[in-house]
């Protein structure tokens, strides 16, 4: 039986084919239920009007005014020779500021009668900017309270005292999709409801029809409070259900425990490590170390700030496993971080790292490094240690998840930087094991308690918030290289001091400089250089600098583009304290470990997100010399971008900066970025304000999962989830 025939009804049968086709296109809705689940964006009082004074340029607008003065010019033309050419100039007014509107042409006769002064009516159009004054040219427009024969009409389409004002684009204006929401209203009282009533009735919130009913058609404003708190519960809701249904589907696949030997190589690295675990670690440890014990796979995201020691702990896990008689292996996303992690796992372990050479310890191991530009000896003699277990650590970058790569019995998966790492990959390294391997996912992004809930909601989380003894604080200044061009040259002076006393440092530009020359982008960018230049190159820089104001010093340059031999080769260098100074695209932005660099200048920092710059600032700070971060913009004081700098300057918790982050950027961006794009589904729901929500809603979905994991009761909540789930599926497979 069909349960959801009335809102699975495709919109072209109910509003006819053209209206259909615009918001199948530009809005993406196809079906009634999509229509009714395209909420308003805000509403507009008819008593109050929308504030004139701070529309956005070159937006589509809707706004609610009436109508000040109103002029018909006549004006000679190429097209009207005699001076019949006609412009229609209309000034409309909210209280707050004044907008003129202007008509040409053949469009000029119906608003010269209808848009009278003392009218009232809304207006949608273009925002632009003529003669210095905003202005909306040939805007669409409603009228409101209109004459005596069609108020009736208006009245009622705008029922109540709140005119919903719907996201719109050019082709179909807020009102229009206002009136197709009308038409389909009837059938929200057939929406089938995914809460549970217990739950429903539990926290007081209205049922589904009657919330759709006030978000589209409020009376109140408290119409509209019930409506927001009923749908963002849905969102919540079903989103935790999906991630704990996910959660329970692995909590029920086997794996086999991994229980570190009493005496083996895990206690013999113990032994060797020159100084304690912090609290933190020793935690965290523990909560990984029960995980592994259990007849099921871990899934564990461990999120730590830069430089907590994350790499400690989870060397610390793949020792278990090699202990236990598994493999482990540890997925970084670039190949510069590959070999850093083979490097420093190396040299952490010593002669426990050469297993089945002289010299090793009698409970070694063999850590191997496998990447996609290995040579093919090196290459078939990693895969050989990994098909017979003589490694029992593996490092690598995707090529680990290659169908020719065979392990003899993986245990572990370590997934460095979970963002750049989607589910799928996750999947096809989880095939790899006899039975599903246990999971650790590292991130050095701090992320909000309810974000990790929404994005990472398959994971349990682990948090390491305390920096091991010995590191160092970071200064971090803002530069405004355009306000003040001395403090430019100051911050030159500081680099050169660093090195004076022995450190290194780095500098890191947006981009690397060796683009294309290509004549399209050339002309454009002569024409944006009034505007905007394009942002600072690696080779222009440390060209610049190596002839200027850090002559004489040892500079060289890291980026993606070069050969990844000349990649390490730079690196070990800089490592060993024979560079002076790196410059440097984001490639060192992870996970690269040079603790005698205590300087970093970022330039056109605005470039960079907020979580961005925090992750480059870690890699200065890390020996223990104290650090210093310069953020060198040329954005003006009272610029967004600036305020951002300055809170990146003003605190070092990564935590703190990421909910700036989240607050200033949308949500979308945010869970969009952390995973591909697959959890941009929410409409109402704002995963910073609604933390209780969300919270609440996990509590809730994993009880109702634990006890019935199938739905069986929930037809509704079924409905909402296959909804759901299909939106993922296509995003994951446009994602292909």
Known sequence: ?????????????????????????????????????????????????????????????????????????????????????????????????????????????????????????????????????????HPAYELLRGDP?????????????????????????????????????????????????SLREGRGLVPLPEALLKIHRPHTKADIADAHSRLKWDEAFVLQVALARRRHADAQLPAVPR????????????????????????????????????????????????????????????????????????????EVLAQQHHRSIVEMMGELAEGGMLGGSEHATKVVLLTGSMGAAARRQALLDLVTGEAGIVIGTHALIEDKVQFHDLGLVVVDEQHRFGVEQRDALRGKGKQPPHLLVM????????????????????????????????????????????????????????VENGHQAYVVCPRIGDEEDDPKKQKK??????????????????????????????????????????????????????????????????????????AMVIMDADRFGVSQLHQLRGRVGRGSAAGLCLLVTEMPEASAA????????????????????????????????????????????AVIEDEEIITEAREEAVTLVAADPELTGLPGLRTALDALLDEEREQYLEKG
């Open 1 to 137: 039986m069909d349960l959801v025939p009335a809102l699975e009804e495709p919109l072209k049968k109910v509003l006819g084919p053209a209206t259909a086709k615009v918001m199948a296109e530009h809005l993406g809705l196809h079906s009634v239920g999509d229509l009714l689940h395209h909420y308003p964006r805000r509403y507009e009082e008819r008593g109050q009007l929308t504030h004139l004074a701070d529309l956005p340029m070159d937006e589509h607008v809707t706004v609610v005014a009436q109508v000040a003065d109103a002029r018909l010019h006549t004006f000679a033309s190429a097209k009207a020779p005699r001076g019949k050419g006609q412009r229609l100039e209309v000034t409309i007014t909210d209280g707050s500021g004044r907008l003129q509107l202007v008509f040409f042409g053949n469009g000029v006769h119906k608003p010269h009668k209808e848009l009278l002064p003392g009218t009232r009516a809304m207006f949608a159009g273009k925002v632009s900017l003529f003669n210095r004054r905003l202005q909306l040219a």
């Open 149 to 197: 024969d069609g108020a009736a009409e208006s009245v009622e389409t705008w029922a109540g005292a709140l005119i919903p004002i719907y996201p719109a684009t050019a082709k179909l204006e807020s009102w229009k999709i206002g009136k197709a929401v009308q038409t389909v209203l009837p059938s929200a009282q057939e929406a089938v409801d995914p809460l549970p009533d």
């Open 259 to 334: 229980r570190p030997a009493p005496d083996g190589l895990l206690t013999a690295f113990d032994a060797r490590l020159p100084f304690t675990l912090t609290d933190g670690q020793q935690k965290v440890s523990k909560e990984i170390f029960d995980d592994l014990a259990t007849e099921h796979p871990m899934h564990r995201l461990l999120q730590g700030e830069v430089g907590s020691g994350k790499t400690m702990v989870a060397l610390r896990a793949m020792l278990a496993v090699v202990d236990a008689g598994g493999q482990a292996a540890m997925l970084a996303p670039t």
């Open 443 to 498: 991130t050095a992004t701090p992320i909000p308690r309810t974000v990790a809930m929404t994005v990472f909601g398959d994971l349990e989380t682990s948090v390491l918030d305390q920096l091991p003894a010995g590191r160092s604080p970071i200064a971090s200044h803002v530069v405004p290289a355009a306000d003040k061009p001395h403090f430019l040259a100051r911050a030159w002076e500081r680099v050169r001091e660093e």
């Open 525 to 598: 960018s002569a024409e944006d250089e009034a505007e905007k230049r394009p942002p600072l190159a690696v080779l222009d820089v440390a060209d610049q600098l190596t002839k200027g104001p850090l002559q004489g010093l040892r500079v060289e340059v890291l980026h993606g583009r070069m050969h990844p031999d000349d990649k390490d080769a730079v690196m070990r260098r800089f490592a060993a304290g024979e560079t002076h100074v790196l410059v440097a695209t984001t490639v060192i932005e992870v996970g690269v470990n040079v603790p005698n660099a205590t």
């Open 642 to 685: 600036r305020q951002r700098l300055n809170a990146v300057a003003s605190t070092l918790d990564g935590f703190e900066l990421s909910r700036i982050d989240l607050e200033q950027r949308r949500e979308g961006d945010v869970l969009g970025q952390a995973q591909s794009g697959a959890r941009t589904s929410l409409r109402v729901l």
